[in-house]
Nanobody
Framework: QVEVVESGGGPVQPGGSRRLSCAVSGVSGINFRFGDMAWYRRAPGKQREKVAGVTRSGITNYADSVKGRFIISRDNGKNTVYLEMNNMDVEDTAVYYC?????????WGQGTQVTVSS
């Protein structure tokens, strides 16, 4: 059974940085390597939105709202993906979710809360 676990959430001040991690278990290294990974978020009162993604080829994509501030990366040796968040704004306050997608598998984590506040 595939399990996705996010970590690294917490409070951060405006202009600050935070790094989220997402560990995927229950899949082989090859299946992780050939899977697409993404971070989504849901802010209070808003719909879930895709923040960043990284394909199995290493191609990254970002929402316009985070371009130039957030960086997604993956470590295939650890079955882990990261989201480096910089120059954070109160608008980045949300629950952040990690998604692993590979063929028929579409797995989500429980989410980790990030709160940007002074």
């Amino acid at each position: 059974q595939v399990e996705v676990v996010e970590s690294g959430g917490g409070p951060v001040q405006p202009g600050g940085s935070r790094r989220l991690s997402c560990a995927v278990s229950g899949v082989s290294g090859i299946n992780f390597r050939f899977g697409d990974m993404a971070w989504y978020r849901r802010a209070p009162g808003k719909q879930r939105e895709k923040v960043a993604g990284v394909t199995r080829s290493g191609i990254t994509n970002y929402a316009d709202s985070v371009k130039g501030r957030f960086i997604i990366s993956r470590d295939n040796g650890k079955n882990t993906v990261y989201l480096e968040m910089n120059n954070m704004d109160v608008e980045d306050t949300a629950v952040y979710y990690c998604n692993y997608k590979r063929m028929v598998v579409d797995a989500w984590g429980q989410g980790t809360q990030v709160t940007v506040s002074s």
